[in-house]
């Protein structure tokens, strides 16, 4: 199986930082970006365009925004963790948001992680590099 | 009063005197000493009986004019027979004509308003049966219209067999006093809207700010990423292609790219100080301080910096927030007093009544008094951002959290002699 990155993230410019960010890990793995919740649900539970594709099996990780069009990040959160073929796949919350109910909720509701995005490039980069590594290369998957 | 005092004294003086003198007179009726003793007895017993009237139509005369002075009329109902005799005034305070001055019960419950009969009849009703007291406050329409309010106080007498037979009591009008009582409660209610009205106002604006910083914190660092991370891949995917202007000018891009997102960092941080919980507590200071120091120390390591700590006294208050009012002094102490080869800091702490009093003094560039006033407001620097960092944030976020603790701070300084910050807290309870 080979293994997939997904990214939800409605913001193009952060999509492309994240994206760049990313390319130096040195495992290449293919990213997919999601723009909205729905879309980050159809691609994960195989629905809509995606129906009929097991995408349980091949990602290793959800970089999950929270503010997001149609459904909100927490709400995609929840019904990947509470699914059944899905609730395995780690999550990493990566939103701007440092509010305390908001980091509470992502983990009561299962998140693997929680990163506040930091404002300046350098040190993004350097969060999403770690967590890139850690999460694909460090980190032993749910067999 | 004046009744029991009589009737207790009867049965001592008189009465206790004949059967005496009786048993005593018997052996020497004959005897003329018995007999003026027997008139003596009768004349005594008359003197008292004289003086126990005077005394009782002087009581009543006081109590008459005590009722007259307080507007209060009296009234007396003859439960069984249904027959209510009142004092003129009482009648008056009714609006009653001379010839309703008695009468049965429903004569005087004609004069109570419509509204509040019910509600006298259920007192009247409560007070017979349990030969208890009786109140009630009651309108009445004069036959001139007007409404006047009337405080009604009675109490039942009842007989061997605990039957209530009779009611005595007072009336009076209590108009004024009802009024003054409305227009109390109508103030009270006026200030409770007011206070509600502005509560919301004041829980709308919070709403609004938390808003606010919620969008700050999400929406305005996305750009200012944008702009710092596209800069930067242009500067490390085209270096090649530009030159040293093009370079210098991408530098200054970045460098207020970083520079916003501290202002934004740092305002976040504000604003989460008012929010935030505080949770009070005994906090040793002296451990506190050198865990700060010890901290801002490894964050330039390479100064030399000598810091001594007196003893400090203990404080009551949020740790968290104090640890941050604590770095940020220490941080700015040891900030500016970087021009000096080797800087001297002091934390000294004393003990008031009623509070205890923390100071931070350095011996760096100091500032001149007359901007003191400017020194704890946001974003107010007093140096440019070529000598010393900063936002202008820090010395805010110690004014905050001091004024949340219900302290007060204080900034004294010199130019190039050093400043010293002081701050107060008060003296916990526990």
Do not use: C
């Not at chain 2, 002075?69 to 005799?85: C, F, I, L, P, S």
């Not at chain 2, 009024?179 to 209610?189: F, I, V």
């Not at chain 2, 604590?326 to 009623?354: D, M």
Request: proline residues 4%; hydrophobic residues 45%.
């Amino acid at each position: 199986v080979t293994i997939e990155l997904l990214v939800v993230e409605d913001n193009a410019a952060d999509a492309e930082l994240i994206r760049h960010a990313l390319a130096r890990v040195p495992i290449s793995v293919p990213l997919h970006v999601a723009a909205d919740g729905e879309e980050a649900l159809d691609f994960v539970l195989g629905r809509g365009a995606w129906a009929g594709r097991d995408a349980a099996r091949s990602l290793r990780l959800v970089l999950l925004d929270l503010k997001l069009p149609k459904v909100h990040g927490l709400d995609v959160l929840r019904e990947i963790k509470s699914t059944e073929s899905t609730r395995t796949i780690p999550i990493v919350v990566l939103t701007s948001s440092r509010h305390e109910s908001d980091v509470e909720a992502a983990y009561r509701l299962g998140a693997n992680g929680y990163v506040v995005k930091p404002v300046e490039f350098e040190e993004f980069r350097v969060a999403v590099r770690q967590l890139g590594s850690y999460w694909l290369e460090v980190n032993e998957p749910a067999p | 009063m004046a009744n029991l005092a009589s009737i207790a004294l009867l049965p001592l003086a008189a009465p206790a005197l004949v059967p005496n003198l009786g048993v005593l007179a018997t052996p020497l009726a004959a005897n003329a000493i018995g007999v003026v003793l027997a008139l003596f007895a009768t004349h005594q017993r008359d003197q008292i009986e004289r003086e126990r009237l005077a005394q009782a139509s002087e009581s009543e005369e006081r109590l008459h004019l005590a009722l007259e002075a307080a507007r209060m009329g009296t009234w007396e109902w003859d439960v069984v027979a249904d027959r209510v005799r009142q004092s003129e005034r009482a009648a008056n305070l009714l609006g009653l004509a001379p010839h309703e001055q008695e009468g049965g019960i429903d004569v005087l419950m004609g004069r109570v308003h419509p509204d509040d009969r019910r509600q006298v009849r259920a007192a009247i009703d409560a007070a017979v049966a349990s030969g208890g007291q009786y109140g009630s406050e009651f309108r009445v329409a004069l036959p001139d219209g007007t409404i006047r309010w009337m405080e009604g106080r009675g109490r039942a007498e009842t007989d061997a067999a605990g039957r209530t037979v009779r009611m005595r009591g007072t009336r009076m009008d209590v108009t004024e006093r009802r009024t003054a009582q409305e227009a109390l409660s109508a103030l009270t209610a006026d200030l409770e809207r007011r206070v509600a009205s502005r509560t919301a106002e004041l829980e709308r604006a919070n709403r609004a700010l938390e808003a606010f910083s919620y969008s700050v914190s999400h929406d305005l660092r996305a750009p200012i990423r944008a702009i710092s991370g596209f800069a930067t891949m242009l500067e490390e995917r085209h270096a090649a292609a530009l030159d040293p202007d093009a370079r210098r000018l991408l530098a200054v891009v970045l460098e207020n790219a970083s520079r916003a997102g501290r202002l934004i960092d740092d305002l976040l941080r504000l604003s989460r100080l008012s929010r935030q919980e505080m949770v009070r507590e005994r906090i040793d200071m002296n451990a506190l301080v050198r865990e700060v120091v010890e901290n801002v120390r490894q964050a330039e390591p390479a100064r030399d910096v000598d810091v001594v700590v007196d003893d400090l006294p203990a404080a009551h208050g949020d740790r968290a927030l104090l640890r941050q009012a604590l770095e940020n002094l220490l941080a700015n102490a040891f900030k500016f007093t970087r021009p000096r080869a080797r800087a001297s800091v002091r934390v000294s702490g004393v003990s008031t009544p009623g509070a205890v009093r923390y100071t931070v003094r350095d011996d760096g560039v100091g500032f001149d008094m007359k901007y003191a006033g400017k020194l704890f407001d946001v974003f107010q620097r007093l140096h440019g951002e070529r000598e010393f960092e900063g936002t202008g944030v820090g010395l805010a976020i110690v004014a905050r959290i001091v004024e949340r603790h219900g302290g007060t701070v204080t900034g004294e300084g010199r130019v190039d002699e050093g400043a010293s910050f002081a701050f107060t807290l008060p003296a916990g309870s526990s």
